[in-house]
């Protein structure tokens, strides 16, 4: 049983956490019905994420051999064989499926929006998987996009509207996440000695800098999604003080990054670093005391 769970990445369903972001910078996430709307999200959308994840495994079987870290994953291994991967390939991609047929009966109107991008999704996830990941600066903007998905899919399914300032934000903070896993694979590269053509187009020096630039931008579209006439209406003006949470989040990843050179990809370093998980938490903690606990002037 570990072996599947690590072929569909359990862990990597915390990105899916995503499609809880319109619900929660809202304000309804008290709402029973609109919660449990997003849960049912989340899960069809992983769902369709592990499926992706499989068909990547497979078809890198021989590459991923060759990985100093990636020779452990069950297909490269041998964990698991083929045919169950197909199997539970088929299996994930029924339950997707059937998922948004029963969505679409027992909840809104909207929720054929949230059909469709879920078969965009996995339809640029293909492309992505066959072709375009060996695409410089391409494949890094198809893993934000599909960030950007992840929140719109949210929005539609529980009918909250999503601003622009923070389709902007989720799009360049996953620019950040994916640059930052761009650079963990050149380093681990330069170790090894051993490359992979999804690397051509780039270089540490390039990453670098790509990094630099995605998290400056990323501060400033918070920045402007705070100080924006309907998120200053709805919260309280002191929410643009947050941003200080969010500064020092991003300025400890350049650091782990750029200083101690750690080349985990950004979802294991939010795992293990304590300074940017208390962060979060009092950042979660602050935002809500202004969503829920907020005093009129």
């Not at 990636?70 to 991609?93: D, E, Q």
């Amino acid at each position: 049983m570990k072996n599947y769970l690590k072929l569909i990445r359990v862990e990597q369903w915390v990105k899916n956490l995503f499609v809880f972001a319109p619900l929660f910078f809202s304000g309804k996430i008290t709402n029973t019905h609109l919660f449990y709307e997003s849960i049912f999200a989340f899960l069809v959308f992983s769902f369709t994420a592990s499926s992706i994840y499989i068909i990547n495994d497979y078809f890198d079987i021989e590459s991923d051999k060759k990985h100093p870290e990636k020779k452990h994953r069950p297909l490269a291994s041998g964990a698991v064989s083929k045919t169950s991967a197909k199997i539970l390939f088929a299996l994930l991609i029924l339950l997707s499926v059937s998922s948004i047929f029963i969505g679409n009966y027992i909840f809104n109107n909207n929720f054929w929006k949230f059909g469709v991008i879920i078969a965009f999704y996995f339809v640029m996830n293909l492309f992505y998987t066959f072709k375009l990941k060996q695409v410089a600066i391409v494949d890094i903007c198809i893993i934000a996009i599909g960030f950007v998905l992840r929140v719109l899919a949210g929005g539609y399914v529980t009918g909250v509207v999503v601003t622009n300032w923070a389709v902007l934000l989720t799009f360049v903070l996953a620019l950040v996440l994916a640059i930052g896993k761009r650079r963990g694979e050149l380093i681990n590269a330069q170790i090894s000695g051993k490359t992979r053509k999804a690397l051509d187009g780039y270089n540490v020096q390039f990453a670098d800098i790509a990094l630099s630039i995605s998290c400056t931008l990323a501060i400033i579209c918070y920045l402007m999604f705070t100080l924006s006439p309907e998120v200053q209406a709805r919260f309280h003006p002191r929410v643009f003080y947050t941003v200080i949470f969010v500064v020092f989040a991003f300025l400890r990843y350049l650091q782990q990054t750029l200083v101690y050179n750690k080349t985990e990809s950004p979802t294991k370093i939010v795992y293990k670093d304590r300074y940017i998980q208390v962060t979060i938490v009092l950042w979660i903690i602050v935002f809500l005391l202004q969503i829920y606990f907020k005093k009129e002037n």
